[in-house]
């Protein structure tokens, strides 16, 4: 069931030569009681998609929906949709209560609502203890919860996260990314979720939509956008990738492909797309491996560089056929490294570890 449908959405600023255009023909469609996270770097458009949503702004053209109605002219305070910005915008004199409470009262529910609802609030984010201090005395994660609860409290249909963990450390980075999945999964809230960080877009969504330059690139679970990535930007921006030039033989969703060593092998092939032509590959420097033989290698090259990085190792393979490739390999414990620089080796590719790409 969609939550939020944006169709064909542009938005320009500016005028004539100096009109910019964040936004480029943007559609998507926001399930009930998802994760959604909109992932891209910075000045991608990740804002003022939200602002849209929001109601802070309104498309220059296309259309924004809430459960099948067109909202695009409401005005911010009548959508159910609130938003969590990065400042917290708590008012530092008033307590967490108040805080929390404020924006009932703004709304003039009864007393006893108002109450109850806070009191809620606060159980749901864990900060009962901290009810009467005022939120200038509460370090900075939990003036995040605060301005969680404060968002939660009207009980919108959607709430919008812009960047709301930037602003923190790591360590509480980490415990806060835990507690947004439990906030989200208990009180059924669509949840659409701005970051700039993979890792973080990753291990916390349902759904990712990949930004770039005002569009966006690819939708899809994390899975989907880590293991078929189908541009070049994409594979690029999430996870490290090898890059390679080839020729595809037969599409189909299982295509075939001659690489550059002229080996051939199987490939997952974007929608659509028609074979024989030339086209780019991405491998993740996971799916590949070093074999002490050339004879079942997908590639051969040289070793030009062995780096450690405790948990893996990246290998560094000038290739026969041209260009570099960078092999990754899990350590284990008592293992030693029996390869060196200058030595000729072999990569062998996984089934299923080669993506042709549409760009
Ligand atoms: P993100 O949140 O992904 O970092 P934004 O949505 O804030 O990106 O901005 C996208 C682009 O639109 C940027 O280049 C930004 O400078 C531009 N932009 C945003 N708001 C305005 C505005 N009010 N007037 C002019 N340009 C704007
Ligand atoms: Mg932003």
Redesign the pocket.
């Known amino acids: 069931e969609i939550s939020i449908r944006v169709s064909g959405v542009t938005k320009t600023?500016?005028e004539g030569a100096s009109a910019?255009h964040?936004l480029s023909d943007v559609s998507v469609d926001i399930r009930k009681n998802e994760f959604f996270t909109l992932l891209?770097?910075?000045?991608?458009?990740?804002?003022?998609?939200l602002?849209l949503i929001a109601g802070f702004?309104h498309p220059t053209s296309g259309r924004i929906e809430l459960d099948g109605e067109d909202i695009s002219q409401l005005a911010p305070f009548q959508r159910p949709v609130n938003t969590v910005f990065q400042s917290y915008a708590l008012f530092p004199h008033m307590t967490v209560a108040q805080n929390i409470g404020f924006g009932l009262e703004m709304l003039d529910r009864p007393k006893a609502e108002v109450a109850a609802t806070v009191a809620q609030m606060l159980s749901l984010v864990r900060m009962e203890a901290l009810a009467d201090r005022r939120t200038d005395q509460i370090s900075g994660g939990q003036q995040q919860r605060v301005a969680l609860a404060r968002a939660l409290a009207p009980h919108p249909k959607v709430l919008l996260l812009?960047e709301p963990l930037s602003a923190l450390d790591y360590k509480l980075r980490k415990d806060m990314q835990i507690e947004l999945k439990r906030l989200q999964s208990e009180t059924g809230i669509t949840f659409v979720f701005?970051t700039?960080d993979q890792e973080e877009a990753l291990t916390m969504s349902d759904r990712i939509a990949v930004?770039n330059q005002?569009t966006i690139l690819q939708i899809g679970s994390p899975r989907e956008i880590y293991d078929r990535p189908e541009q070049r930007f994409v594979a690029d921006f999430i996870g490290d990738s090898n890059f390679l030039e080839a020729e595809l033989l037969t599409g189909g969703a299982s295509g075939r492909l001659r690489l550059g060593s002229g080996h051939e092998i199987e490939a997952s092939v974007p929608e659509g797309m028609t074979a024989p032509r030339r086209v780019s590959v991405s491998i993740r420097p996971e799916h590949a491996a070093l074999t002490s033989g050339a004879e079942d290698a997908a590639l051969t090259g040289t070793l030009k560089e062995i780096v450690y990085f405790g948990t893996d190792t990246h290998y560094h393979v000038a290739l026969g056929s041209g260009g570099s490739f960078i092999v990754r390999r899990q350590n284990s414990r008592g293992v030693t490294e029996t390869l060196e620089p200058g030595a000729a080796v072999g990569i062998s590719l996984g089934p299923r570890s080669v993506q042709v790409l549409r760009d």
């Open positions: 600023f500016g910019f964040a891209g770097p910075s000045g991608c458009g990740k804002t003022t998609l602002r702004d812009d701005v700039h930004m005002g």
